[in-house]
């Protein structure tokens, strides 16, 4: 039988078939908190399985925080679980597009970041301690070297071949087959979303988001003189393609694109299922409304292996998949990447106007560690610590944070987002919290019309038990407000 | 007296004060084409300075290519200097402002510069060979080993502080105090340029640009919506300043800012007299329209001392000051960047909006580079080479092109820009020469109301005495045309 699932579900390992049946059993409430979850050597013999892919699978639940292991008496289903909060629900769709103004706040969860003496939960950076720091140093040193005038010299549009070609050999995970030159390099992911909205739209047309969104898109909509409708998304669902169709036929305005992060949604982390992305792509197709697809979580999903793209059901060049390596490697490097479609040269002609190209060895430095660095075994060690510590963190919200207070269950990525009762100001517990030597980014940033004035978005990437603390501090502050 | 023409010059060296004084004999006709230049010795007696600074003059001199050294005899006036073209006049105003569409043309001579098997006269490139490039990145990687973790991490606006620090101290060689604060790194002199207009425009608003003007910049206007109101410029003087004048007073459209290359400018190469920059700033002041100043070529004088920049005259913050290091170091770490008075803050957004952050590595191999690289050693070198092979080939294109034809004679930089008769067509010649295998940047690009059809910029950077014969053939091919 396990072999038959593993058939069906082939995008997963053995192990994760074994753990996914556990979680399974554990969610549905087959498996009690505390109660006592088959031994390693019995659910080897029950499964027909090693007895190492059932530790793996253990281990796996364990950085889940689903199980805990209690010396000299086996594996059990943690006591904490009934206390972690439920996922937070979606507003309706709002069928008026709106302009955006938050800029200041904007600008001040920026700046925060810059500030060493704040825990940091606002960015969505990776922590540095998982990067691998010194190796792609010395792979930045060793390949500028051995390239030195090209090092030097410009790589323009559609920049550095050889990194085009290590990420069109990557793309075949994510459901994509790309030739080298349907990719270009751009400084980083933000960029290539940028160019996107810039060639598909004039000022005054309507961006489609999902909503909450990312607030940097926001700011950039903003910026382009542009206006979105927000279509509400659910961690599990992603974009609702009802609200999507109704917006699409109801609409008065010139749509210009949408735009969603199909895999690991910032902020809601969830992902979509490979139906729905095929759905989205086929709808947008028929309303010849171009997807730009963020897919710069994709790498970081807590199963082993990452789910595809959108992009993957494109037959008609009408996605634009961005991407970068900016949470798996170095932010500081500025290397992600566009495959445009049908749009390829016009986004070539904005990446040559808007900085002529992307810095060159920091493209080959990226290059090399994709050929040679082991880019797979260090995505398996950065998933696991960041499933534990986003785990961890929900945990902690769910003790410290006022009863009926709502957190995401991410399946990828490291960041939380919490729905707090209606009468908390995520916009007051963020100055409170800035006074107190926390930052994190409020909820109405994600939104242009107003929404999550109860929400926060919190970063679990720094997850330490130490931090612990500071979680105890904004739950704290948030219970104040409600007295 | 040399004395006191030291003093009255203050921004020239004595060896360049010297050599001013034979060119201008030479210049004015007093010493004539074959004659005899006075001797080191005499000279140096005659004036009162060093026999090594006369020297020095005449080495000098050599590389401008107006006097040549012929063994056992001493220095002549060279008997080309009456063959070399007159310099190209400029046009008369046009006060209606143009929308730009050379999209085609400029996507081409961009590509061409990817093709290896042309002679690169298009892109105005600095010859990598004059590049420090394994200094660069030696200080690439050990800078970034030393940083470590802050290598791969976000360098969040306004960018490196060791930077911006650099940054800050050279500018006073420009005539501007600076503190680091003031300085924004960008991703290259293109991209601040592009900020700069991004900020301070809307869709439809007019920029007051010199002309000719490099195509880059026209493209980005044009693609940003904006129309050009074009104000004749001349290689000695700069933008007319009555015709300037006349616009800010009669236009009839909203002008967003005013966009010039005050120094060595791109694609005239001249250096606009101080008293003009000062007049410049006051104007634009008094009409209350910004100033955006490349000053990309500035660090590329002939001349040993750099030239002030217009922003040095500039009380009010009024003016934007862009440039980079990718015409002197290294256009492939794109490492720019602005100083943008008054609109700091809202070109910082931009920016972050942008692409978030210029990625960190190359931001500090540049920063190390200009704190013990030898920064102005290396300029000395390049500003040499340069001058000479600047000259050289305005020597070739006298001895080939037709009668009549014009070209500049660049104060600095490494481009000339090519008045051909009126008969011959630029874009013909264009695509005559790449069946040939030579690349160069057609007159009209440089325009939006469709003038420059009989000019062509050429760069001069590539220069050997091998690639003569690539102008012979241009010059042939024009000759052609005549018939």
Redesign the interface.
Known sequence: MLKHECQQVASQTLYETVAGRIAYLVEEGTLRPGERVPSIRSLSKQLGVSINTVKEAYSHLEDRRLIEARPQSGYYVRARLPDLPDEPVVDEPALRPTEVSL?KVY?MV?KD??NPGLVPFGLA?PD?EL?P??K???M??SA??RA?????????PPGSEKLRTQIARRALSCGCTFSPDEVLI???C??AV?LAL?VLS??GDTILVETPIYF?FL??IE?L?LKTLEIPASSRDGISLDALGYALEHTQDRIAACLVISNFNNPLGGQVPDENKRRLVELLEQYQVPLIEDDIYGDLSFADKRPVVAKAYDRSGNVLLCSSFSKT???????GWIAAGRYQEQIE??K???????????QLAIAEFLSTGGYDHHLRTIRRVYARQVAQMADAIGRYFPVDTRVTRPLGGFILWVEMPQQISAMKLYEQARQVGITFAPGPLFSASGKYQNCIRLNAAFWRDEIDGAVATLGRLAQEQLR
Chains 1, 2 share one sequence.
Do not use: F, H, K
């Open positions: 800029g600008r920026m970041q810059l950076i540095p990067l720091i010194d792609l140093n010395r930045l040193s500028s070297r030195r005038t090209q090092a030097v010299s410009y790589a323009l751009t400084s980083g933000v960029e940028v810039r004039r000022p940097n700011q950039q910026d003189g490697l170095a932010p500081g490097y500025r290397v002609r904005a040559m106007l808007a900085n002529v190209a992307t810095a060159t060895p920091t």
